[in-house]
Nanobody, 131 residues
Framework: QVQLAESGGGLVQAGDSLRLSCKAS????????VGWFRQAPGKEREFVAV????????LYADAVKGRFSISRDTAENMAYLQLNNLQPDDTALYYC????????????????????????WGQGSQVTVSS
């Protein structure tokens, strides 16, 4: 089992930055990748970014490329999402998710755009951006 807990969300103005953190505990040694997703009210959960737990393989959604940055610290069992130049459309509940089942990266990286490919989820951290 893996437990995830996000933090760092808040209410900011357009153009501001935030850093979301995801603390992992449990059977971390089996982790293959960490992803970030977001869900706005009335919308489906959407992919934001994913990073391999074991190398630098990374993928971003087009909507956040160049503004958001995903990172992880395997020694501290932490994952991060740096959100820069935030816009009102970025308002959502942000989730971190871990994939622990085996997957071949980077060949299967595109599969990690889908929420169903992740095994564990945090409870979410709210980001609200005012105009």
């Amino acid at each position: 089992q893996v437990q995830l807990a996000e933090s760092g969300g808040g209410l900011v103005q357009a153009g501001d930055s935030l850093r979301l953190s995801c603390k992992a505990s449990g059977r971390i040694f089996t982790t293959r990748a960490v992803g970030w997703f977001r869900q706005a009210p009335g919308k489906e959960r959407e992919f934001v970014a994913v990073k391999s737990w074991r190398d630098e393989t990374t993928l971003y959604a087009d909507a956040v490329k160049g503004r958001f940055s995903i990172s992880r610290d395997t020694a501290e069992n932490m994952a991060y999402l740096q959100l820069n130049n935030l816009q009102p459309d970025d308002t959502a509940l942000y989730y971190c998710a871990f994939r622990v089942q085996s997957i071949v990266l980077p060949q299967a990286l595109d599969l990690l755009r889908a929420a169903r490919t992740y095994d564990y989820w945090g409870q979410g951290s709210q980001v609200t951006v005012s105009s």
